[in-house]
């Protein structure tokens, strides 16, 4: 087998959005064993690919906060000695920011990612030996795809397939059929409004799926906990890690979600969704429309209830 290291460090919906370019590698390139350098939140995201073989975390997110410590030094040298370790056929730096081109020059393998005027950072094109083309104009997904395909020297052809495992149903998730509530998001611009998250589980529950509204921060529990208070039967989840999301997820007869990583990750799990946008332009980051999968808003623009409720119906029913 032949090492390939991938650096993809964050965010979640970033890494989400590599998948389906594994998937073409796995398919043009079956030789190559693939590990991945994410940051140590989202280091269960990787292994969910059943073509990656190893995740390399890395803390700069922690590290940044405390640089002048000694034992933060001593993590990066352990991570440069580990990265160093390796003969890697190639090292592709898909996140095109410095903060991953750096790590990518202490690996033992040349270094490539897009070029200048392809990249979210053009001084990182610079720490480069290797660069690649790639119109900023393609959503995320296809723009990973494109700049695999340069690099490994195939054409990525036909719909994208994120080709991952969601894992056994978790023990605490009601018995029968069940729809997830993503009410999370980074930025209170991209929120849907609790009052509409109410009307829809209340009409969800009238089609008799059981709701099961998850959390990850301390303010989404709070929202999470006011969601559950207000709409009798509902679940409030436990806190999961990504793993254990992946299975609430992918177990789902119906997900509704605002713009978040979750959102992309029930996306890539295939199962009936509606993501919502509210500030945001989906067309870029939206989530991969198929029969059972759609967008909807737009940013200045809040969705009706209604009109959520009619498109879950069409996903449901594809």
């Known amino acids: 087998m032949k090492n390939v290291l991938l650096l993809r460090t964050s965010s979640m919906?970033?890494?989400?959005?590599?998948?389906?370019?594994?998937?073409?590698l796995?398919?043009?390139?079956?030789?190559?064993?693939?590990?991945?350098?994410?940051?140590?939140?989202?280091?269960?995201i990787p292994g969910l690919h059943p073509l990656v073989s190893r995740t390399i975390?890395?803390?700069?997110?922690?590290?940044?906060?405390?640089?002048?410590?000694?034992?933060?030094?001593?993590?990066?040298?352990?991570?440069?000695h580990t990265l160093?370790?390796?003969?890697?056929?190639?090292?592709?730096?898909?996140?095109?920011?410095?903060?991953?081109?750096?790590?990518?020059?202490w690996a033992n393998g040349p270094l490539a990612g897009y070029d200048r005027a392809s990249i979210r950072e053009p001084l990182a094109s610079r720490f480069y030996e290797r660069r690649y083309a790639v119109s900023r104009q393609l959503s995320a997904i296809?723009?990973?795809?494109?700049?695999?395909?340069?690099?490994?020297?195939?054409?990525?052809?036909?719909?994208?397939?994120?080709?991952?495992?969601?894992?056994?149903?978790?023990?605490?998730?009601?018995?029968?059929d069940y729809a997830v509530l993503l009410h999370a998001t980074s930025r209170d611009s991209k929120l849907w409004p609790e009052a509409h998250w109410i009307e829809l589980a209340q009409a969800l529950q009238n089609q008799d799926l059981a709701i099961v509204i998850p959390w990850g921060s301390a303010a989404e529990q709070q929202r999470a906990q006011r969601l559950a208070a207000a709409i009798p039967g509902a679940v409030l989840a436990p806190k999961m890690n990504l793993r254990e999301a992946a299975?609430?997820?992918?177990?789902?007869?119906?997900?509704?979600?605002?713009?978040?990583?979750?959102?992309?990750l029930a996306n890539a799990l295939d199962v009936p969704l509606v993501a919502i946008y509210t500030d945001t332009d989906p067309a870029l980051t939206g989530v991969v429309e198929t029969a059972r999968a759609a967008n909807i808003g737009r940013a200045g623009e809040i969705p009706t209830v209604d009109a959520v409720l009619a498109l879950l119906?069409?996903?449901r029913g594809a």
């Not at 992918?250 to 605002?258: F, K, L, N, R, T």
Request: with cysteine; glycine share 10%; charged share 25%.
């Open 57 to 80: 975390p890395i803390a700069w997110r922690r590290w940044r906060k405390a640089l002048f410590k000694a034992a933060t030094w001593r993590e990066i040298a352990t991570l440069r």
């Open 313 to 315: 119906a069409r996903v």
């Open 26 to 44: 796995a398919r043009h390139r079956p030789e190559l064993s693939v590990s991945w350098l994410a940051e140590e939140g989202f280091a269960d």
């Open 247 to 264: 299975a609430l997820l992918g177990h789902a007869a119906a997900v509704i979600g605002v713009d978040t990583g979750l959102t992309h």
């Open 84 to 105: 160093a370790a390796t003969r890697w056929e190639l090292v592709l730096d898909a996140q095109g920011l410095l903060k991953s081109a750096i790590p990518g020059r």
């Open 142 to 176: 296809e723009r990973n795809r494109q700049l695999f395909g340069a690099a490994f020297g195939y054409r990525p052809e036909g719909a994208p397939v994120f080709g991952i495992r969601c894992g056994e149903r978790l023990a605490w998730l009601p018995a029968g």
């Open 13 to 24: 919906g970033d890494l989400i959005h590599t998948w389906p370019a594994l998937t073409d």
